[in-house]
């Protein structure tokens, strides 16, 4: 298993940026596909974006396209969520998640073996 713990969370005001980082530890990072997910007060967790673990190729919720940009730097065992243009609506927070499976790309939190423990984004209007 690997670990994972998230980090760059906060409040910033409609419009602004956030960088979110998570840092993993254990088994070899560059060996799993990531993502980004977040669970809103009352909602149900959802995908934001996930990483293939060697391409690089990425993937986006509609919500997030144009706005988010997911990275990756595995010899620094970090994976990054750039969040600009951030709404209201972004409120959440926000979960790091490893899978060596091949249905990452389904967005499904069942496709992921390891979890971070969160960080609050708060995006005041």
């Known amino acids: 298993q690997v670990q994972l713990v998230e980090s760059g969370g906060g409040l910033v005001q409609a419009g602004g940026s956030l960088r979110l980082s998570c840092v993993a530890s254990g088994r070899t990072f560059s060996s799993y596909h990531m993502a980004w997910f977040r669970q809103a007060p009352g909602k149900e967790r959802e995908f934001v974006a996930a990483?293939?673990?060697?391409?690089?190729?990425?993937y986006s919720a509609s919500s997030v396209k144009g706005r988010f940009t997911i990275s990756r730097v595995n010899a620094k065992n970090t994976l990054y969520l750039q969040m600009n243009s951030l709404k209201p609506e972004d409120t959440a927070v926000y979960y790091c998640?490893?899978?060596?499976?091949?249905?990452?790309?389904?967005?499904?939190?069942?496709?992921?073996?390891?979890w971070g423990q969160g960080t609050q984004v708060t995006v005041s209007s």
């Open positions: 998640a490893a899978s060596d499976g091949s249905y990452y790309f389904r967005g499904l939190s069942a496709d992921f073996h390891s």
């Open positions: 990483i293939n673990w060697s391409s690089g190729r990425t």
